[in-house]
């Protein structure tokens, strides 16, 4: 058991579910990314650079895609609490697996374009 693996078995069943599809959503939409734990919580890296983070809490789960990550998607995040570069997604309502799809999509273009650059 790595040590992602440890952190997302410590939640209650429900929370480990959504850490988990979460984790799969990431893996599928940016098989080269790098994971690690970072800041106490599972985060990845493409092109040396940090694409995503998450972490699960009693009520939500945090989802951290960089400043740039909650800018171009402001609009749809605005129904979730917010700090800079983090959201909240509360574990009373559905989890939104397709925006946090599209937002680890974008995070991997940008990534690349900043690469390439």
Known sequence: ???????????????QHHLQ??????????????????????GYKTYGKPLVYFAGYKNHIGFYATPSGHEQFAEELSHYKQGKG???????RPMPYDLIRRIVVFR???????HKK
Do not use: C, H, T, W
């Open 21 to 42: 599809e979460i984790r799969k959503i990431i893996k599928e939409a940016a098989p080269e990314a790098v994971e690690l734990m970072a800041y106490g919580m599972p």
């Open 108 to 114: 991997v273009e940008e990534n690349l374009r900043n």
């Open 86 to 92: 983090s959201v909240q997604f509360p574990l009373d």
């Open 1 to 15: 058991m790595n040590e992602i693996d440890q952190y997302i078995v410590q939640f209650p069943e429900e929370v």
